[in-house]
Structures are given as C-alpha cells and as structure tokens.
C-alpha cells in the first residue's frame, strides 16, 4: 500500500493507498462497524478485523502515525506486493516516504467486506486530498489476512483514475438498490460459484461466450474505465480480444463472499506458456449479487485488459521499472531504481554514492553495489536537502554523509525520521573529495531545488549529477515546484551545461545523455527571457506592486510554443511562469 513517485500523475491520480482533506489532526471519521448480529451474519472476530484494517488507514494513513504499525503488524507479516519489500520497518519508512511527498494525500475507503480471516478493501487513493472527487488517484483493492488481531498477510492491486470512462461511471460510486435482505450463507457460496464459473470457462480457455447472459444482469452497472453498462459490449469487447489472446487465463487467487458482494483476486496467464508473461500483473474484481446475477461490478487490474487500445494514457498504471546499474565509465554507474537515481563510484579505497532516497531503495542499492563490489560504501553524498532524497544512509552504517550547510537548519525540521542522524561532511560552495583513483567534485551553485542544492561533477569521466533540476524534455511537475527557485534553476543549469560532459544525471528518470540537461537550461533562459519581457515593462512605469498585481494572469501573456510538446507543459507551465516572475520580484 504505497504511492510511487511515477513522471506524471494522471489528470491525477497514483500505487494503491486514500477523501476529503486529512490532516493528522483531523482524520477522516471511521466507518461504523457493523454489529455482530448485522445484516451478514457475520462473527465478531471478522468484525474485529475489519475495526483494525479501519484503524490502518484512518489513524496509520490518515492519521500519519506509522509507529501504529507495530501494533497492527504481526512481526513477521508476508508482504505479497513486490514493491513494497516486505518487512514492518520497510513499511513504515514507505508510509513516511508517500506522506513527505504527497502531504496533502488521503486515504479513504469505499467498501470494506470480512470472510474468515481475510478483510477486503476497496479504497481511492487522493495525491491532491481534494474532497469528493472520484476521479482523481489511484483505485486499489487490497486484501489483509489477520491472525490474532495482527495482519499476517497483504496483497494489493491498484490502478490510476482516469479522465473519463466508457460508462460514464467512476470507478467507486454504487448504482444498484442497496440490499435491505440478509443474504443467507447458501446464496453467498452460490454467488461465488457463479463467479468461479465465469473465471474459469469464459476468462479463461474455452472462452464460453454462451454463459454471460446467464451470469450478467440485463443491464449490469459497469465501472471498469473501458467497459460500458450491459452485456452486448462486454461481448464485443472480448470477441476481439479473445481473438487475439486465444490463450489467454487467469488463475483464482484468494475469491470471497460478504452479503450481495463477491470478490476476486487473480492471476493473469497465458495457459500453456513455459513462463508466463503476465506475472507481474494481478486483477481484483469486486461482483454485487442479485438473484445469482451480476448487477454491478468494479475492478483494479495492473494487467493489459481489452480495451487497453482503446483506453488513454491516463488510463494505464506505469509499471515499477527493474532497477538497472549502468556503467558511464570505469568504477562509475548510473544506478536507478525505484524511480530515482543515485550515482556510484567504486574505487579500491571504498565506494561512493548518492541520495539513497529511503531505507527500502537503500537495501536494493546496497544488493546492488554488491554484485559490482566488495568495498564498503564510505561516502554519501546529498545532492540537496529534499526529504524524499535523503532517507537511507542508515543501510550504510560506515560511511559518511556529506551534504552542503544549509541542510543543517533544515534537517532539525524532520519530525518522521527522513534524514540521516548525523552530517559527517559538511561544505559552503566547493569540496572535492581524492577517493581511490577518483576526484569527485561538490559544487554550490546557488539555490535551485531548495536551498541546498548540490552539483557533483567527476571532472576525468565528464559525468555529473543535478538531482531534481529538470527532467528530460519535460517541466518539473507543478506540484513540486513551490520550493524550486526557476530563477536559480536556470543559473545552475547555464553554468553546468558549460563543462564537458560525457553523461549527465537527474534524479528521476534513467537517462543519461548531457543533451537532456542543456535543452532544459535553454528552457529556463526562454523561460526568464519571457517572463522578463513582460515583467520589466510593469515594474518601470508601476514598481514592484504593480507586478505582483498581475502575477495571477501572468501566464495568460506568455507562451513558448517551442516546448507545447514536452510532458507536464500543459499543466505546469503556468505555476513555472509564476516561479520565475517571483524569483525576479521577490528572490524566490
């Protein structure tokens, strides 16, 4: 349960965690339990269970308390979604990681269902905390076995919102009457047997389109984003897809029943196949009952579905990329993973690196390393004070963490653990450090991505590190800018881009090619030279007041058509032509 720092977020969505705004303060309220004699019939030990996996997400998630976790946790919990690691302590140092970059993000549960020991949970996950809109973040369902009033396991599967859907739907609302009826244990395992029978003869070969219009509701409720209501386009759509994935299967995972709701987690296939290419995908799916017919279905699928052609971009989840280590040079490797990147240097005398991001990345990083090394990492360098870059280095016991002055001030500040324990090295504008056959230069440059930011060059190789500077053809995220100084941005990258380089390094994206970095700093240069043509003019005849007066609409008289193409420029151009203007007013 965790969001990913991913290059885009949807018209917005992000990995399976979150409505209205919470703060610590002020969770969002927890759903009321149902009682033990409910409408179900359910026992008091699955109601106990749901009241806990209530718990996680109002106080854990909403309530940003991870040190909860101990308590929820069983010591040894099975983590079944890759990305997360597995492990408690892995676990609370993502929660930090998701809250430090997504602080306004929330959790918040659209249907809960019990069965045994297994709560099912069907949940929005909101970057923005903009309340009651559904059509923003991520869609997950996650599925918790508990055991003595801890979680014992977790599997999860999420999906981003997108724009629009065939259906018109979202992806949460509920449609059909509300079941007033309890629903008898026989009718919940005939429901499941239904859905089994579904999985198993049309999902998977042979592919019986004569079942659905005895399985499927007259004008089911339809909230997968491709998928329209009824059945006659669920059969169009599969005709073709089948047609094209004969082979095409799904094994049944974990299946559940609670009153008129079947769930479903699965594993998509190709049958027959010696190794199975849709592996690292899994499917949830959640069927809402009615006289042994679906009525209304929703899912969460990280896996290529049929209407994968016809769906937007924003429709498709971007998939965790395998971590690579790149050699740029010898003893000098590009090692991204986890979506951020880290440079390496391996010398006889210990090994470099920088911004181990969190404690998770941290350990890949160091299992890493390993396979090209049997020197200890001796030396951290901080490429700038960002929270999110400087967890981490405690997998690094032996080295020392080197990070530019003014991260001092700022580290004081951490209240969740993010930063290192101590600074080690600490520099003003220049270091240079003789490691080995190696000289890795620390430069400071001015203010940039905070105040602290830090330039690390190896003048023999040509390879330099800019961390969060720019990214490869595209304008740094509007959400992220409120601490990035354009006006020191385009300072640093118009110097930098001045040296010989051979690679050149961000901090989030796999490329290497010094090419990215200076088309970023001519975007900047147009970028001041834009907002300056305008701005001058104003603060001449009208002073420094009359410039703010105008900053709101600012973007209106200012275009660089040159970049229309470039990813987030719809988006986040505005706020980087309000960035610059206060830079050139204001200093920041």
Known sequence: MYIQRVRRWVPILVVGLILSVVQAANPIP????????????????????????????????????VDLLDELYASDYTEHSEALLGGVEVLKTTFLSNFNQFPD???????????????WVHAQINPTGEQGNEWVGLAIIEIYRLKDGRIV???????????????????????????????????MERNKEVIRKLWTEFFSPPHNFDLLPDIFGDNHKEHNPGEPDGVDGRIEIFTGFFEQEPDFGAEILLLSADGPYVWLYNQPMIVGAEENPLAAGKGANIYKMADGKIIEHWDV???????????TETQQAPQMPEPTMTQLDEGVYHYFGGFYSSLVVVTNEGVLITDPANAARGQMLKQAI???????????????????????????????VICHVACADIFQLDEYGFVPDKVDISFKTYLSIELGDKTVELHHLGPGDGVATTIIYLPKEQVVMSADLYEPRALTKALSMDDKNPLGVRKILNEVASWNLKHAINGHSPGT????????????????????????????????????????????????????????????????????????????
């Open 370 to 400: 390993a396979e090209l090394t049997d020197q200890p990492v001796t030396h951290i360098a901080l490429t700038h004070e960002h929270y999110n870059h400087t967890g981490g280095t405690e997998i690094f016991p032996a080295a020392q």
């Open 30 to 65: 927890a759903l009321a339990a149902a009682p033990a004699d409910g409408l179900y019939g359910k026992a008091y030990s699955e109601d106990a269970n749901k009241a806990i996996i209530q718990r996680l997400y109002d106080e854990a998630l909403n309530g940003r308390n």
């Open 301 to 311: 699928i990280l896996y290529p579905s049929p209407h994968a052609a016809e769906a």
């Open 153 to 187: 396991e977790h599997w999860e599967s999420q999906q981003y919102i997108p724009e629009e859907t065939v259906s018109g739907h979202t992806m949460f609302e509920e449609l059909t009457p509300a079941v007033t009826e309890p629903v008898s244990e026989e009718e």
């Open 105 to 119: 993000a929330i959790w918040e549960i659209k249907r809960m269902a019990a069965d045994d020991d297994l709560v």
């Open 513 to 588: 090619d010094p090419q990215d970095l200076r088309e970023a700093a001519g975007y900047y240069e147009d970028l001041y030279q834009a907002v300056n043509a305008v701005l001058q003019p104003i603060i001449e005849q009208g002073g420094a007041d009359a410039a703010f007066g105008v900053l709101a609409t600012l973007h209106e008289q200012i275009s660089l058509p040159q970049y229309a193409e470039w990813g987030e420029y719809d988006t986040a151009f505005a706020k980087h032509v309000f960035r610059m203007a206060m830079g050139l007013m204001h200093g920041g």
